[in-house]
């Protein structure tokens, strides 16, 4: 068990240092995330101007700022773009059999390595998102300690779900040829149900969409940490929704590591 950690604690800090070779490109990666985020924000200044009014669903303008930056770094933790397709290729390849012929597990290899690539991300983009965010201080306020806990513990659950949802998606690869125009598909419908564009509060005016939002795990990957580091979610409720939470990340480890297993049985490494 040790040495098994160990291992998989060695290919992390090779993959960190890996990761921390490319800084230029994790700066264009960051300027870039910035664009659709400026136009965001210009959209919403619009609506509130518009509306006529100073909340919206619980959320003024400034909350609603202070909210859509949280969602960046939500968004920092759960999404594994190309992780998904990255598997189902090497499936497909025959590159698999690489993980096969050492005593390596490709998921946890591959957890790792997204580890690595998220710290190395973090450490540089540290920069520009605290400018960011010192522009824009006069629209947060600092949490609680607990709040705090609860806060990082929300990012940590969300990074497992947002990894192991993607492995699950390319692990299909070995029954599914390509997997990419089913990434495409649920990416979209991310993009809204995980409240990246707008807090779910926003549909208030259908409960019932709230309630089977609130049961899947998308709203998890960005809603739900944003909203507990604002406090809206507090007591009983934030205990809840970090136990769901939990538990969405435990049902899919399980179900890739279900997945893979299974998916070996019938793995003939063609190609390659």
Request: hydrophobic content about 55%; aromatic content about 16%; charged content about 15%.
């Amino acid at each position: 068990m040790t040495q098994g950690l160990r291992k998989y604690l060695k290919i992390l800090r090779i993959s960190l240092v890996e990761r921390l070779a490319y800084r230029a490109d994790f700066f264009l990666t960051t300027f870039l995330r910035f664009l659709p985020l400026i136009t965001t924000f210009l959209l919403w200044e619009a609506i509130y101007r518009g509306s006529g009014t100073d909340q919206i669903a619980g959320f003024t303008r400034d909350s609603m700022i202070a909210y859509l930056l949280l969602v960046q770094i939500s968004r920092m933790f759960s999404s594994m773009p190309g992780l998904s397709t990255g598997i189902a290729r090497d499936i497909r390849d025959g590159n698999l059999k690489k993980y096969l012929l050492q005593p390596i597990d490709m998921l946890w290899y591959l957890l790792s390595y997204r580890g690595a690539h998220k710290i190395a991300y973090i450490a540089t983009t540290a920069l520009p998102y605290g400018v960011l965010f010192l522009l824009f201080h006069e629209v947060f306020t600092l949490p609680s300690a607990w709040t705090w806990v609860a806060y990082i513990v929300s990012l940590l659950l969300a990074f497992l779900i947002g990894f192991f949802f993607e492995a699950c998606i390319g692990v299909a690869g070995f029954w599914i040829l390509e997997v990419t125009s089913l990434m495409y598909i649920i990416n979209i419908v991310n993009f809204f149900i995980s409240g990246q564009m707008f807090p779910l509060d926003l549909l208030e005016r259908y409960p019932y969409v709230l309630d089977v939002l609130n049961v899947l795990p998308f709203h998890y990957l960005a809603y739900f940490p944003a909203m507990v580091f604002l406090e809206k979610k507090q007591g009983t409720e934030l205990l809840v929704g970090l136990l769901i939470e939990a538990l969405w990340a435990l049902a899919l480890i399980l179900l890739s590591r279900w997945m893979y297993r299974l998916g070996l049985r019938h793995y003939s490494a063609y190609g390659g």
